[in-house]
T-cell receptor
Framework: DTAVSQTPKYLVTQMGNDKSIKCEQNLGHDTMYWYKQDSKKFLKIMFSYNNKELIINETVPNRFSPKSPDKAHLNLHINSLELGDSAVYFC??????????FGPGTRLTVT | KQEVTQIPAALSVPEGENLVLNCSFTDSAIYNLQWFRQDPGKGLTSLLLIQSSQREQTSGRLNASLDKSSGRSTLYIAASQPGDSATYLCACSGNTPLVFGKGTRLSVIA
């Protein structure tokens, strides 16, 4: 009965490759998010979707493209991976009160 | 632009002590403030959410307060236990996206 799930948990890939991370929530929330946690453990929002529509797009390279096929899913596709993309990526969702629930994270390592 | 600061960055206490973690924010126009716990290599677990109209929330040994006018929140942990060792993050939700502090790394020594 996991609330917010992400796959894969670990992702190791080479520079220049394209990869995707999937996220699903079963909380019935309307809003989903992607966050990046860098090596210094600082968490920063990347994108937010509300009912499948993009509402927040922070300063993120356009190599990162979120896709929301329905309001329970928000996937993150990354093109032409770079060393600096190595981080932990967290998916989250929130309901009416904006309380955020986080997934377990995907540790991306680009070599 | 909202900025969230957490002090101290790290804290080590003996088991059984009561302790306070501090969070300050620059923009008082927030919808809510949320405290999270993050264990090493894990995701974030929501501990407490304080709506902008509330002044505090309690859950078990945890009590979080919110003073919007001064831009401060505190997380009080009573009778600390080694299992409380983790990084504690506060985050503000408002007109800007959720903004996180850098966290306080807590170690409770048995």
């Amino acid at each position: 009965d996991t609330a917010v799930s992400q796959t894969p948990k670990y992702l190791v890939t080479q520079m220049g490759n394209d990869k995707s991370i999937k996220c699903e929530q079963n909380l019935g929330h309307d809003t989903m998010y992607w966050y990046k946690q860098d090596s210094k453990k600082f968490l920063k929002i990347m994108f937010s979707y509300n009912n499948k529509e993009l509402i927040i797009n922070e300063t993120v390279p356009n190599r990162f493209s979120p896709k929301s096929p329905d309001k329970a899913h928000l996937n993150l596709h990354i093109n032409s991976l770079e060393l600096g993309d190595s981080a932990v990526y967290f998916c989250a969702s929130s309901g009416e009160k904006y309380e955020q629930y986080f997934g377990p994270g995907t540790r991306l390592t680009v070599t | 632009k909202q900025e969230v600061t957490q002090i101290p960055a790290a804290l080590s206490v003996p088991e059984g002590e009561n302790l306070v973690l501090n969070c300050s924010f620059t923009d008082s126009a927030i919808y809510n403030l949320q405290w999270f716990r993050q264990d090493p290599g894990k995701g974030l677990t929501s501990l407490l959410l304080i709506q902008s109209s509330q002044r505090e929330q309690t859950s078990g040994r945890l009590n979080a307060s919110l003073d919007k006018s001064s831009g401060r929140s505190t997380l009080y942990i009573a009778a600390s236990q080694p299992g409380d060792s983790a990084t504690y993050l506060c985050a503000c939700s408002g007109n800007t996206p959720l903004v996180f502090g850098k966290g306080t790394r807590l170690s409770v020594i048995a």
